[in-house]
């Protein structure tokens, strides 16, 4: 193939990525307007094509979930990095806060997403590799790193790492659960609270502190 041939597949190549990603992005936007029930219709609406333009680029139902899954697996995965360089990398207590609040915050300003996600409502059937589940592990993956180089850094066996950042995740993901379904009874700081707490203790033997919880200035 000539050179001019490699150029025009590139370009090719990049036009159809960019399109997914204005798909996805239209069908966030439905998501938001309609709940995490929203159809094809509405998908295909907000992003002013047909359903037709829409599977070819995604193949299925189940391509276009997956491919929103991915979008909010990679903004839960910035919004935890964020969190993490912001907090005091010496303070165990301070990073499991700013995790767990990153985490609440994307559930709190984005309920519906959050709902569409783990709902699957475009699934058809069963799928080969659960995209909710690879999220959890992806952020396990991040928290562990986190917490593993918190215990080296203070020459503490680094083992128990994995258990810690994945069991964290489980649990966050469990209360974050509850704390939408319930219509979030509790404010978003009182959460994050109860979280830490019950974490604390693990940490003060290795300079980790107790939680004092604060008020955000965008929690209502």
Known sequence: MTAHGDGRDRRWVQ??????????????????????????????????????????????????????????????????????????PDDATALVAAMVDAYLVLVEKDPEIYRFVVTRP??????????????????????????????????QDASSAETWGHGLVGFVRAAADHWLTSDRPRPRSAVVADVTTLFAPAFTGMGGTAYTPTRNNDED
């Open 122 to 155: 475009l699934v058809d059937g069963t799928v080969d590799s659960d995209p909710v589940a690879r999220i959890t592990d992806r952020i396990g993956i991040q928290v562990t790193q986190a917490m593993e180089s918190y215990l080296i850094r203070h020459g």
């Open 15 to 88: 036009h159809r990525a960019q399109r997914r990603r204005e798909l996805v992005e239209a069908a966030l936007r439905a998501i938001r307007a309609h709940g995490p029930s929203v159809g094809m219709e509405d998908i295909s609406a907000e992003a002013g094509t047909s359903k037709t333009v829409v599977y070819r680029h995604f193949g299925d139902r189940t391509g276009l979930y997956a491919a929103v899954v991915e979008s909010v697996d990679q903004r839960i995965l910035d919004s935890l990095g964020a969190a993490l360089v912001g907090a005091d």
